[in-house]
Structure formats: structure tokens, C-alpha cells
């Protein structure tokens, strides 16, 4: 499975975009396990096993998850495989594998990739007209950033348009200090991220003040307005189903670790 999931980790091991992109090409390797499942790991965890033996990431280490649930889900992923496995259709093994490969070594890192996002949040950007597509920003994004100014004391300055707005050097730090700094929960959110164009959102949904759903919608707010109006065609919609399956794995990774 190695060359499987070595294209699938695409140039970044964060990157959902590109690893559907990159799966798309050549043929898909057939399936050759009956059974998968999980068996409880040392010091802690679950390992993912087929026909009981050890899955492998892409750089040879066990696929060991801390939760049970979160092993119950890849197993899942890996059951549901017909007669080809397909990787795009398994996005919580393709995160698990960036955990292990790619990210346990290197959180700091992507603490900051995702604190990035805190000086050009999606949510700071507004636009001016039309009145409802305004009030359904507001209706969206206001109450995210009335939580983090009274949760974390950062408070963040809006713009209309797309010209950029510095935000108060204060505001960035609060926010960049609620991140976490476990590897499953960091990587988690780095793909809510940058799927979603806020590390805000990717915040509020890791605290659990908004659920999946509410954090989708927050995020095309925008992009759903122009498909009331002017409608998407099949590609829009593919490259769309594809974030949401990447996005859904990771607020599930959030809710797992959440609940313990």
C-alpha cells in the first residue's frame, strides 16, 4: 500500500485538494484483504489491521489511532472498499497516515499554517451589497467572532471588499494561543482550515460551540449565494464533494478526541 498512499499524500500531506487530484490518475489497485479491523496498541491506541495484520503508512510505521471510535471509522473506511481500493473514498485513513508520517514531527509547523489564517480570515471580509447576501454573512459569521473576542480576548477588525486589513497584532496572538498543540487535533483542524478559508471556524468547531453542519454552511455562505443565482455545474459540484468528505473526516477526528 505504500505507492498508494504516497500519491494520495500529494505535495502536501494536509492537502485534500490535491490528493484527489493526484488519486485520479492510473488505475486503482485492487482490493486483497477480506477482513479489516482494529486491536488495542501499545502504549496506547488502536492499530488498524487487515486479515490481522498491522496496516502500514507510507513511511512504514503502524496506522495506530488514539480512539476507538476514530479506529472503528477507519476500519470502516477500509471495509467499504469494493473490488478496488480507492483512496479518495478514505479520508480518514489518508489523514491518519499525515499524522503519523508528517505531522507528529513537525506541529509547531503547522500551528503555524493555521495561524496564518487569523491575519486574513475569511470571516474579516465582507461584502457591501446585495442587503441579504450582507445580513447572511452577519447571520453566519458574527456570532464566531463575538465567541472569540469573549473567549479568548481576541478581538478582530472587519473590511468590506477583498483589500486587506491588518488586524491588531493582540488579536492574532490571543487566537494563535487557544490552538492546540496535540498532533491528531492540530491536523484536524489544519484541514478545517484550509478547506473552509478560517481558522476561526476551524476553532469554533473544535470547541464545539458549532456543530459540522453549521460550520459548512458558515464557510459558503458566499459560494452559496452564487449557486442560488447562477447555479454550479458537475465539476463545481465534484471538487465540492470532495472537500465536504475531507472536511466531514476531520470535524469527526474533532468530535472523537473531544468526547474522550
Not at 502536501?12 to 487530484?21: F, I, K, M, N
Not at 509547531?108 to 470571516?123: G, I, N, P
Not at 484536524?188 to 478560517?198: K, P, R
Amino acid at each position: 500500500m505504500r505507492e498508494l498512499f504516497d500519491e494520495v499524500a500529494g505535495q502536501s500531506p494536509l492537502d485534500p485538494q490535491e490528493a484527489v487530484r493526484r488519486t485520479s490518475r492510473g488505475p486503482l489497485p485492487k482490493r486483497f484483504y477480506q477482513e479489516a479491523g482494529c486491536t488495542a496498541a501499545q502504549p496506547s491506541g488502536f492499530a488498524i489491521v487487515l486479515d490481522g495484520k498491522t496496516v502500514r503508512t507510507p513511511s512504514k510505521q503502524a496506522l495506530v489511532v488514539p480512539q476507538r471510535a476514530l479506529a472503528e471509522a477507519i476500519v470502516a473506511e477500509w471495509q467499504a472498499q469494493q473490488e478496488q481500493i480507492d483512496p479518495t473514498t478514505m479520508p480518514l485513513t489518508r489523514l491518519a497516515n499525515s499524522v503519523i508520517d508528517a505531522v507528529q514531527d513537525r506541529v509547531a509547523a503547522v500551528r503555524d499554517d493555521v495561524a496564518k489564517y487569523f491575519e486574513s480570515d475569511l470571516l474579516f471580509y465582507r461584502a457591501s451589497f446585495p442587503a441579504e447576501l450582507v445580513a447572511r454573512e452577519a447571520e453566519h459569521w458574527d456570532p464566531v467572532l463575538f465567541w472569540a473576542a469573549d473567549t479568548h480576548n481576541a478581538r478582530f477588525i472587519l473590511a468590506e471588499g477583498v483589500m486587506h486589513v491588518r488586524q491588531p497584532e493582540a488579536a492574532v496572538a490571543a487566537a494563535r494561543a487557544a490552538l492546540p498543540d496535540d498532533p491528531w487535533t492540530i491536523a484536524a483542524l489544519h484541514i478545517v482550515t484550509t478547506i473552509t478559508g478560517s481558522a476561526l471556524l476551524a476553532l469554533v468547531l473544535h470547541a464545539g460551540r458549532l456543530d459540522a453542519d453549521q460550520v459548512w454552511a458558515a464557510a459558503h455562505v458566499d459560494e452559496d449565494w452564487n449557486i442560488e443565482r447562477w447555479g454550479a455545474d458537475e465539476e463545481v459540484l465534484a471538487r465540492r464533494a470532495a472537500r465536504l468528505r475531507d472536511f466531514q473526516a476531520a470535524a469527526l477526528v474533532l468530535a472523537s478526541l473531544r468526547a474522550g
